[in-house]
């Protein structure tokens, strides 16, 4: 039993959001050193540990595609050492076959001057058990992550992300866009913890969910940790059906509802596409999408 | 050249940090056994089904664990707490038969003379006891019951308690509730009938005066179809080195299309450990309203429940802490959707100052069948220094397609460009920041009973020195 995304502060136990037990035992993982521009491809099943370093000034961009096969667990753990003025794209995207599911650990150090870009597309049928901490440690480093997820049948998705401000004037975003459809089950939990000596800092999370079942479960705990004066925190959610307004006007363009949907889903997703700038995601996303949609 | 901090000045308790000699009173040995249940059962003259509500309860306390989440109440042990104290005297209905010094207290906080002005009833509880109950003939007259809820155990309402009591929070809630429902001692109950608006509010005061005691009231309010009431209960304790404990439990029944206001001042001194517990349920077309203010304290868990079972029912939660030294404040609301077409608007203010911690923590869960529900929860925090802490732990759980949930949350320091603009128009940087306070605070005190607005205001009055550097 794997002990993972555990909220930084506890609450109500009767959430059952404290933490997550996934039945999975991990055995030694086959180890990837990264330090350029990579595109890694990892299939079937198992365990994996990819170990980026970013050296100073260096600009990379590393793709990981997650292709699980059916009924099978991939557990990956990435561990990112990011160097003074370093800069980092990493597109994280689930590929899995049928119910395989992924578990994924991403653990990063941020250096003074370092900026990260995490861009994770969780399309596929399987579960997702999604487990990110960054530390900005040196000064002026910042983050940016963007996830957007698709939610049918009776998918599981289980995300915890903890970013922790420790240098001065850090800065971080996160933006989590996603759509729940048939049973799905989702957790979104993000903290952003402003730490004693991160003055000047500023963090953002934004959470959209947009629910299309009765069956759904949506669940989102976004928390700012707060130990300094001045610094800028906030979090938004928007979590419900299709707002009227948005329905109205595509209707007005000629759209049926289901085609309305079909747009804001496809649009929720390409937004994070063209930020890949990589054709083969692309395509693959997109095919999810026409299965799911 | 050095920039001066603006200092925010501490809460000003002197007026309620003033003690009576316990010299008289009747008190309980500390710490928590089957005897002592059992003795303040019989001090109670309790039925029987009270006295195996207590038994159950004291052997649920001793089951359950501490939260694990939440501030530490380590410093807090039950061995060293007297369940039960009382003044050797009687309930009485008027100020002049309570005994002077008791008298003098409640003259000092202001409760009889708020009484004559704008109340239409009051209760004051000393220690565990009621020693003062009273409401207005033209309220009586309209069949509002008033009254302490011993006396309404015996009375024409004993069934009615009987199948309320502890129902909304039952003692296996938490461990607190069982803590409560073993020692619960003193507290009022209110009965509004059907279609009677109570035009101005009642007001139960509790003032816990003993060292080392709890405090265990319980509040019973049933507002039946179409009736409106405000209820304010306000409570304060003088300081001690040692432990004090709160453990109230309220229970609200708001019915068909009625209307019910709950507003609270907590004022407890900085020895308290505040661990209360309120609940409301609210049938079709209802309404409930918090108001929370929570100033006082060590250590606070407050998270006031609204379960919105009608059709069209509404809540409504508005709440302002303030933590200075010594203070972890961990404060919220807990919604729970059931009917369709119900709403509820959680806005919440805190401010942080002296290494006091305030937590923001709301749950809200949005079962099935609530359809077409709305949701908003609006919190911002206010850090005055860094060597203070300010977390905002909300969390939401959402069962249907057809709910509209919305969430915003801000934390940071008092804005330098608002200075500026306000300096800009002639404002010396003092006033500016004072004006930015008050403005943060205002639109909870503004929902507040004017004498209340007043006295928080009083409260965070603002001391500002500062220079531009």
Redesign the interface.
Known sequence: MMKMNVLP???????K??ETFVEYEPSAPKIYEISETSKLELKETGDFGVNIKVAEDNNITVVMLCECSEAGTLNIKTEIAMGKGASLKLIQADMGKGSGRLINTVRCTENKDASVQLIQLFPARGDIYNDCNIELTGSRSGLDIHVAYMGNGDKKLDMNYVVNHIGKNTTSYIRADGV?KDKAFKTFKGTID?K?GS?GSKGEEREKVL???????????????????????????????L?EDTLFYLKSRGLDEDEAKRLVIYGMFNRLLEKTGDEEISSRVEGFLAEAV | MEENKTYVQDIDRSLYDFRNEDADAYRFEDGLTEEIVLQLSEEKNDPDWMRELRLRSLKLYNEINVPDWGPSIEGLDIDHIATYVRKNTKMADNWDAVPEEIKDTFEKLGIPQAERKSLAGVGAQYDSELVYHNVRDDVAKQGVIYSDIESALRGEYAQLIRDKFMHLIPPDDHKFAALHGAVWSGGSFVYVPKGVKVDIPLQSYFRLNAKGAGQFEHTLIIVEEGADLHFIEGCSAPKYNVANLHAGCVELYVGKNARLRYSTIENWSKNMYNLNSKRAIVEEGGRIEWVSGSFGSHISYLYPMSILKGDDSQMEFTGISFAGTDQNLDTGAKVVYIGRNTSSYMNTKSISKGGGVCTFRSSVVVNRSAENSRTSVSCESLMLDDISRSDTIPAMDIRTSKADVGHEAQIGKISDEAVFYLMSRGMSEEDARALIVSGFADNVSKELPLEYAIEMNNLIRLEMKGSIG
């Open positions: 502060v506890r609450t109500f136990n009767r959430l959001v404290n729940l402003f004693t003055s629910l299309l079942s009765d069956d759904i479960v949506n669940q989102s705990v976004p928390i700012i940790l707060c130990t300094e004066e001045d610094v800028e925190g906030a979090h938004g959610a928007a979590i419900g059906n707002d």
